[in-house]
C-alpha cells in the first residue's frame, strides 16, 4: 500500500431520517440507536490510515448532519489522529432540516471549509413529492446557518427530470441557487433505480416524469444558464465558479486513490479495489474483530483500469489528456481505442483537440452509448 503521494478519503455516513423515495444509497432510516456504536467504529477504522497524508476528505451518505452532536465530537477527535494537508479541501454533505449552529461549528472546528447542501429543488410541492424531509424554507434557514459559522464554499444538489416537474419550475430553481451566490451547483437528472419506491410507481405507470424531450431540454438550459452566470461546466452533472471546483471528486474521475472508511464504503489504492460492507451491523462487528470494515477486495487487472480511466475521464468536460493516458499506461491511446475514437470522432459525438479526446455537447447527451464502445475484450 503506497502512502508516498497525498490521497482522498471519503467517509460515510449511512443515517438518514427519512430515506428519500428515488434513493438507492446504502443508507437507512430508523437505525439512530446504532449511531454512537457506528461512530466509535469509524473512529476505529480511520485509525488504520494515520500514517496517510490527504488532500481531499469528503464526509458522504446518507446523512452526516444528522448524526448527533456527541456523535461529531467522537469524530473531531479521531480527525485529531489524520494527516490532513494544509491546502486540503474538507467536505461534508447535509441535507436541510438537520442543521444546527452547534453541530456545524464542530464540523468547522474539524476542519470542514465546504458544505454540499441537498436541496434538489426549490418547489415545497416537488420536494413533498420525491419524499424529501425539508421544505424550502428550511434549506434557507440551513444555507443561513453555514454562512453564519463561516462556510462559504457551498455547493447544492439539484434534481430535474422529476414528476411533475416543469420546464418553469426547474429555472426557478436554478436561478435561485445562483441568486444565492452558491460556489458550485451540482445538477442530477431523475435515475429511476430498482428496489426504490420510485421503481415501485413507475412500475405501476403512477411515475409522472417529463418526456425524454423535455429533460434534454432542461439540460441544454443549464449548461446555457449556468455558462452565462459565470459557473464553468467541468463535469457532466457539475458547475463552478472559477477555482471552485469539487477537488475531491476530481480524484475519482482523474481515477487517483482514495480510500473509504464506513459501511458501504470502497477504496481504490495502487490498483486494488475495496469494498466495505454495506450493512452498519455488520461493519461495527468486522471493526471491533479486524479493525476494518472490508469484505472483499480484488486487484483490477490493465485492462480494467484503463475502462475506468476512460469512462471516468470522459465525464470531465476538458476529457482525458493523451499525454497522461500515455505517461500512465506506456501506451499511445490511439493504439489501444483508435477504431472507437476514430468511430466517433466521424459522428461527432468524441473531438481530439490535439492535447485531449473528449466529448461533444452532442456526445455528453449519448455519454452512455458512447462510453460503452471503450469496454475493451477480455482475454
Given at each position: 500500500?503506497?502512502?508516498?503521494?497525498?490521497?482522498?478519503?471519503?467517509?460515510?455516513?449511512?443515517?438518514?431520517?427519512?430515506?428519500?423515495?428515488?434513493?438507492?444509497?446504502?443508507?437507512?432510516?430508523?437505525?439512530?440507536?446504532?449511531?454512537?456504536?457506528?461512530?466509535?467504529?469509524?473512529?476505529?477504522?480511520?485509525?488504520?490510515?494515520?500514517?496517510?497524508?490527504?488532500?481531499?476528505?469528503?464526509?458522504?451518505?446518507?446523512?452526516?448532519?444528522?448524526?448527533?452532536?456527541?456523535?461529531?465530537?467522537?469524530?473531531?477527535?479521531?480527525?485529531?489522529?489524520?494527516?490532513?494537508?494544509?491546502?486540503?479541501?474538507?467536505?461534508?454533505?447535509?441535507?436541510?432540516?438537520?442543521?444546527?449552529?452547534?453541530?456545524?461549528?464542530?464540523?468547522?472546528?474539524?476542519?470542514?471549509?465546504?458544505?454540499?447542501?441537498?436541496?434538489?429543488?426549490?418547489?415545497?410541492?416537488?420536494?413533498?413529492?420525491?419524499?424529501?424531509?425539508?421544505?424550502?424554507?428550511?434549506?434557507?434557514?440551513?444555507?443561513?446557518?453555514?454562512?453564519?459559522?463561516?462556510?462559504?464554499?457551498?455547493?447544492?444538489?439539484?434534481?430535474?427530470?422529476?414528476?411533475?416537474?416543469?420546464?418553469?419550475?426547474?429555472?426557478?430553481?436554478?436561478?435561485?441557487?445562483?441568486?444565492?451566490?452558491?460556489?458550485?451547483?451540482?445538477?442530477?437528472?431523475?435515475?429511476?433505480?430498482?428496489?426504490?419506491?420510485?421503481?415501485?410507481?413507475?412500475?405501476?405507470?403512477?411515475?409522472?416524469?417529463?418526456?425524454?424531450?423535455?429533460?434534454?431540454?432542461?439540460?441544454?438550459?443549464?449548461?446555457?444558464?449556468?455558462?452565462?452566470?459565470?459557473?464553468?461546466?467541468?463535469?457532466?452533472?457539475?458547475?463552478?465558479?472559477?477555482?471552485?471546483?469539487?477537488?475531491?471528486?476530481?480524484?475519482?474521475?482523474?481515477?487517483?486513490?482514495?480510500?473509504?472508511?464506513?459501511?458501504?464504503?470502497?477504496?481504490?489504492?495502487?490498483?486494488?479495489?475495496?469494498?466495505?460492507?454495506?450493512?452498519?451491523?455488520?461493519?461495527?462487528?468486522?471493526?471491533?474483530?479486524?479493525?476494518?470494515?472490508?469484505?472483499?477486495?480484488?486487484?483490477?487487472?490493465?485492462?480494467?483500469?484503463?475502462?475506468?480511466?476512460?469512462?471516468?475521464?470522459?465525464?470531465?468536460?476538458?476529457?482525458?489528456?493523451?499525454?497522461?493516458?500515455?505517461?500512465?499506461?506506456?501506451?499511445?491511446?490511439?493504439?489501444?481505442?483508435?477504431?472507437?475514437?476514430?468511430?466517433?470522432?466521424?459522428?461527432?459525438?468524441?473531438?481530439?483537440?490535439?492535447?485531449?479526446?473528449?466529448?461533444?455537447?452532442?456526445?455528453?447527451?449519448?455519454?452512455?452509448?458512447?462510453?460503452?464502445?471503450?469496454m475493451l475484450e477480455k482475454a
Amino acid at each position: 500500500m503506497s502512502i508516498k503521494e497525498q490521497k482522498a478519503l471519503y467517509v460515510h455516513i449511512p443515517f438518514c431520517k427519512k430515506k428519500c423515495d428515488y434513493c438507492d444509497f446504502p443508507s437507512y432510516s430508523g437505525k439512530e440507536g446504532l449511531m454512537l456504536e457506528y461512530t466509535k467504529a469509524l473512529c476505529n477504522e480511520l485509525k488504520k490510515y494515520k500514517d496517510f497524508v490527504f488532500k481531499t476528505i469528503f464526509i458522504g451518505g446518507g446523512t452526516p448532519t444528522y448524526l448527533s452532536y456527541e456523535c461529531i465530537l467522537l469524530l473531531k477527535e479521531a480527525f485529531k489522529e489524520l494527516k490532513i494537508a494544509e491546502n486540503a479541501e474538507f467536505t461534508v454533505e447535509g441535507n436541510p432540516g438537520t442543521f444546527t449552529i452547534e453541530k456545524l461549528k464542530e464540523f468547522k472546528n474539524m476542519g470542514v471549509n465546504r458544505i454540499s447542501i441537498g436541496l434538489q429543488a426549490f418547489q415545497n410541492e416537488l420536494l413533498k413529492d420525491i419524499g424529501r424531509i425539508h421544505s424550502e424554507e428550511e434549506f434557507l434557514e440551513s444555507f443561513k446557518m453555514a454562512k453564519e459559522v463561516g462556510l462559504n464554499n457551498i455547493n447544492v444538489d439539484l434534481m430535474f427530470g422529476l414528476p411533475g416537474q416543469s420546464m418553469d419550475q426547474w429555472k426557478e430553481s436554478l436561478e435561485k441557487a445562483v441568486e444565492l451566490g452558491v460556489t458550485h451547483i451540482s445538477c442530477y437528472s431523475l435515475i429511476v433505480e430498482e428496489g426504490t419506491p420510485f421503481h415501485r410507481r413507475a412500475q405501476k405507470g403512477l411515475l409522472d416524469t417529463p418526456s425524454e424531450e423535455i429533460e434534454r431540454e432542461m439540460y441544454e438550459y443549464t449548461k446555457k444558464f449556468l455558462e452565462k452566470v459565470g459557473y464553468n461546466q467541468y463535469e457532466i452533472s457539475n458547475f463552478a465558479k472559477e477555482g471552485m471546483e469539487c477537488r475531491h471528486n476530481l480524484v475519482y474521475w482523474n481515477l487517483e486513490d482514495y480510500i473509504g472508511c464506513g459501511s458501504g464504503a470502497h477504496s481504490f489504492i495502487d490498483g486494488e479495489r475495496i469494498e466495505n460492507t454495506s450493512n452498519p451491523e455488520e461493519y461495527i462487528e468486522l471493526v471491533k474483530i479486524n479493525g476494518t470494515g472490508k469484505v472483499d477486495s480484488f486487484e483490477n487487472s490493465e485492462e480494467d483500469t484503463i475502462e475506468e480511466f476512460m469512462f471516468m475521464g470522459l465525464r470531465k468536460v476538458e476529457g482525458i489528456n493523451k499525454v497522461n493516458f500515455e505517461n500512465r499506461f506506456k501506451k499511445d491511446i490511439y493504439s489501444i481505442y483508435g477504431d472507437v475514437i476514430k468511430k466517433h470522432l466521424k459522428n461527432k459525438l468524441i473531438e481530439d483537440d490535439g492535447e485531449n479526446i473528449k466529448l461533444t455537447p452532442q456526445g455528453i447527451q449519448l455519454s452512455n452509448m458512447v462510453m460503452s464502445d471503450f469496454m475493451l475484450e477480455k482475454a
